[in-house]
């Protein structure tokens, strides 16, 4: 039995709409449609989709980790660090090399703080055994990997291809039991405009019509087929801006993403000091209760103390966005809200309602 998987990235179960949607929204009322309760996780989320797991499972929670032998800690990078491109790509390289299949771009990291952080994943969704038991078409930019009578072939797709081009690509290879592919045109567009943005509305409009005609097409050419659409999370626009970078002492190891802040201490008085910056600015602190709750590991490779933020709130600038141009108008990655759950959609019979770890028993069979 084939299977058609795509992840819609940012398409929050709240944007489903006859209006803006047609296709999912009818797709839905037809067959089965599931609220997945969102994952407080970035890098986590596709894994633990995969896996059957939860980020406090895999170990994978966020993107970068305290590292003491970090790849990137590299005179290159450091000399290339006046171009973000020109750095991004020769980290690229270095992680190739490496023979790594997780690749990283490195963003705004201050290149004094390269040294310390490393990527947590380092091998790609399709190297999970729910791929590799399997044959299988996979494209999750820029890897493009088929694997055909137990024959596996990795390609680059150098050039940036938008949504469309990756389902016209992937569904053109036959033979195969499972297609994979994620669709990022969403995601980029509400964090860039807003969820309520007329541009907003035209990506999802444009969006819908290019999956109802591949699944459409998909259906008629393999009868029988299962399709699964889902998205890892939905949005929050952004109301308060936090600028915590130009309170915090420069001797200190910290990195700041978009909603959680990292640090590492070499004493308890610095750990102190950081404390009362967090509760100064309304800064939750992450405890061992709260990484139960919501799935996530508590470790030192993740900071010795963890700050984040509620609904609404985001660090700018931070390692991720840091010019004017880079703002983002909305974000996901807080902790336990019904606004930022994703879906999944399918053919298959499945639950109203799933956790993002407990869909591979459904999606295995």
Known sequence: MKKLIICL???????IS?????????????????????LFAFTGIEYSFFTGKSPAETKIWLEFVRSKNS?????????????KKLRTLA??????????SYLCALHNIPKEKLKYFDSKAKEGLWKLDFFQKRNFVFYKWPFFVLK????????LILRYEKDEERLKRLLKEKEVDVYYTQLVEIDK????????SKKTEKILRKIDRIVAKYIKKFLKENEGAEIFLWSDHGFADIKDYINIRNKLPSKDVFFIGGTTIHFWFNNKER??????????????????????????PLSKEYGDLIGYLKKGRYFFPNFYQEKETEKFKAMHGYPDDKELNGFLISNKKIPKKLNIFDVLKYLDK
């Open 271 to 296: 750990k102190k000091a950081i404390q009362n910056i967090l509760k100064k600015e309304k800064i939750k602190i992450l405890n061992e209760k709260d990484a139960q709750k919501y799935k996530i």
């Open 9 to 15: 990235d940012g398409l929050g179960k709240d944007l």
């Open 18 to 38: 006859k209006k803006n949607t047609p296709f999912i929204y009818k797709f839905g009322k037809e067959n089965y449609f599931s609220e997945l309760a969102t």
């Open 189 to 196: 567009a509400i964090h860039c405009f807003g969820k309520k």
């Open 148 to 155: 055909k009578k137990g024959n596996e072939k990795t390609k």
């Open 91 to 100: 980290g690229i390289l270095i992680q190739l090399i490496k023979k790594r």
């Open 71 to 83: 790849i990137f800690d590299n005179i290159l990078l450091k000399k290339l660090s006046f171009n």
